[in-house]
């Protein structure tokens, strides 16, 4: 599933699959008949211009909006009407730019926001009191598993660099079970050493069997990780293959709309 | 896998705007400073984080040398008394400011509180009566305050909060046509005017007032409340990120209505020390008692921004105002001056917290390059 010049099919029943969707907004069409799978362990990057349809599609994905037509399903379980919280539910979990973190609160606040290990179970769970170290102590095993360093675990996420921040909301997206993960732009914000180490913990979640999803508008980074590439143009899958340095200028031609033909 | 490094990003376009969650905009990563200027902005830092307490022991030391008499015990236990009500006021304020709102209507509901407190001890003879009133009436206007505010939509509770303050004050006078009423339960009149002989000192009467106590104790179950329960982790995420906060599962507008619903208790038991230290509900006894309790907590650092704020700098906050008014008054200083003081004093404290905030800005770009 690695670096193979031909675009090998997905091994075993794939996490996610996209089949014939389509989503308008008034007269606009923005996703026009996306049909695409994703296998466990596989990182898929969706490429194209702005306004190409990426954002709409990974929404789509994650329950915020709903398709006109077509099916999402997720493990053979069909998610398309599913809102979001549900399919956070089902195990995808998406880290938007905006990175949605607790900017006051240390990492392992972060990652069980909402979801406090805390007792007793009769009590609300307004009421409960939390097991602050047990939260503390698997926060420390899920970075150490990812090999995320951080100078200070005990630090508000307000004084970590824009990566040890895109690292912690990556980490917190795949600290519960989850078996897709969407990140939107990972890198968009980062220099050169802090994406190099985003992007390897992009291949630790291939690794552990997490299935990414990788909107991107460096085509480096793509190559560097992506096991395929999915180009999207004005709502339409316009091409897809193995992202290599060979075929850099077939992504370039599909992305600014030079060619109009899907490969493979 | 293949990148061979030739490429350069595509599209440098819209969307490779900075973080937005960045709200202090990160400036741009330039490798200056490393190590060395890692250790200096950390000790600045921690230096800046202990800017309240720093100010209060300033204040204190200042004021100690300049008067003979302002560090005696029994000045202290009037220090302390004065600042309880403030004290009480100021840990409720701490919960609504840390979800980034603010309650205006603490001064008109502790008047309202008491007016009715008192009624009912006058009426009934009941002390478990007249201080479960008083405690019921406050928690009830915060109730209406965060109802009025989450369920009614109003757009920011300055202004539900507003509304109250104007309403409950009319309220207050109305039930007690407009005249303080005298006479409270024993109970309450040690709870707010009392002594604590037991504490050495201060003599056969004692030097440390009852009041302190109080404030000791309801610091104490916020402290804990805040820092064990889920709820208290609430609070800070939905200040931190209201959003995320949603988007995480956490239940918004419960834990905001909640915050107003303690806020009023607050009120309430500010409420029975004032009645105690009066022996008497007065309608207008509450009155621009918010704006102390709203000083005190900006004084204690947290921000309107939200999802910042301790228990402990509230209450230095709050014992930053009660020492400078004391102080000026010993020195027989015209009591207006206070107030410019208290002015001040909140824009010095707020401008060392803006100091904070751009430090840790550096900080954080220094982190990108610094850390292997």
Not at chain 1, 179 to 204: H, K, Q, W, Y
Not at chain 2, 93 to 105: A, E, M, N, P
Not at chain 2, 197 to 214: D, I, K, Q, R, S
Request: net charge neutral; hydrophobic share 50%.
């Amino acid at each position: 599933m690695t670096g193979d010049a031909t675009t090998a099919p997905p091994s075993g029943p794939p996490v996610l699959s996209v089949r014939g969707v389509s989503k308008r907004f008034g007269a606009v069409v923005a996703l026009d008949d996306i049909t695409f799978d994703v296998a466990p362990g596989e990182v898929l990057a969706l490429l194209g211009d702005n306004g190409a349809g990426k954002s709409t599609l990974i929404k789509t994905i994650s329950g915020v909006h709903r398709p006109d037509e077509g099916a999402v399903v997720l493990a053979g379980v069909d998610i398309t009407a599913a809102n979001a919280m549900t399919v956070r539910a089902h195990g995808v979990e998406t880290v938007y730019q905006d990175l949605a973190l607790f900017d006051n609160l240390d990492p392992a606040a972060n990652f069980f926001a909402g979801r406090e290990d805390a007792g007793p179970g009769w009590l609300p769970r307004a009421l409960r009191v939390m097991r602050r170290r047990r939260m503390a102590e698997r926060t420390r095993e899920l970075l150490e598993r990812l090999q995320v360093t951080l100078p200070d675990l005990a630090a508000q996420v307000a004084l970590m660099s824009g990566g040890q921040r895109q690292a912690v909301a990556v980490a917190r997206a795949v600290a519960f079970s989850s078996r897709l993960v969407i990140l939107d732009e990972p890198t968009a914000a980062l220099g050169l050493r802090e994406s190099a180490r985003v992007l390897d913990l992009v291949r630790r979640l291939k690794e552990d069997g997490v299935a990414v999803i990788l909107v991107s508008h460096s085509l480096d980074h793509v190559m560097a990780v992506a096991d395929r590439a999915l180009v999207l143009r004005r709502g339409r899958a316009v091409g897809e293959t193995v992202p290599t340095a060979g075929n850099h200028e077939q992504l370039v031609a599909w992305i600014v709309g030079a060619t109009d033909t899907r490969a493979g | 896998m293949a990148g061979d490094g030739r490429g350069t990003p595509l599209l440098a376009g819209g969307a490779r705007t900075p973080d937005p969650a960045d709200r202090s905009g990160r400036p741009g990563r330039r490798p200056d400073g490393g190590a060395r200027g890692h250790a200096a902005l950390t000790t600045a830092l921690a230096a800046l984080r202990i800017g309240p307490a720093a100010i209060l022991v300033l204040l204190v030391v200042v004021l100690g040398l300049l008067s003979d008499v302002f560090l005696s015990l029994e000045n202290l236990g009037n220090v302390l008394k004065q600042s309880a009500v403030i004290c009480v006021l100021a840990l409720g304020q701490l919960l609504v400011v840390v979800t980034r709102g603010i309650d205006l209507s603490v001064g008109s509901n502790l008047s309202l509180s008491a007016v009715v407190g008192a009624l009912v001890w006058r009426d009934s003879g009941s002390t478990t009566l007249a201080v479960a009133a008083t405690l019921l009436v406050g928690t009830l206007v915060g109730l209406v305050n965060g109802l009025l505010y989450v369920k009614g939509r109003l757009p920011h509770p300055f202004i539900p909060t507003l509304a109250m303050l104007s309403a409950a004050s009319g309220l207050a006078l109305y039930l007690s046509h407009s005249e303080t009423v005298q006479g409270v339960p024993p109970f309450v009149d040690e709870l707010g005017a009392g002594r604590i002989a037991a504490v050495p000192g201060g003599g056969e009467v004692g030097w440390f007032p009852t009041a302190a106590l109080v404030v000791l104790v309801v610091a104490l179950l916020v402290t804990l409340v805040t820092r064990v329960l889920v709820w208290g982790r609430w609070i800070y995420a939905v200040g931190g990120n209201p959003e995320a906060a949603v988007r995480n599962g956490i239940p918004v507008p419960s834990v905001l209505i909640s915050v107003y619903v303690v806020c009023g208790l607050l009120a309430g038991v500010a409420a029975l020390l004032t009645m105690g230290k009066g022996d008497a509900g007065s309608p207008t006894s509450g009155a621009l008692a918010e704006l102390d309790a709203i000083a005190a907590v900006i004084i204690g650092g947290a921000s309107f921004l939200g999802g910042r704020g301790s228990v402990v700098n509230a209450l230095t906050g709050a014992l930053v105002i009660a020492v400078l008014r004391n102080g000026l008054n010993l020195l027989g200083i015209d009591p207006n001056w206070q107030y410019m003081a208290t002015g001040a004093v909140i824009v010095a404290a707020v401008e060392l917290d803006v100091l904070r905030g751009h430090l840790e800005a550096r900080f954080r770009s220094l982190q990108a390059v610094s850390t292997p």
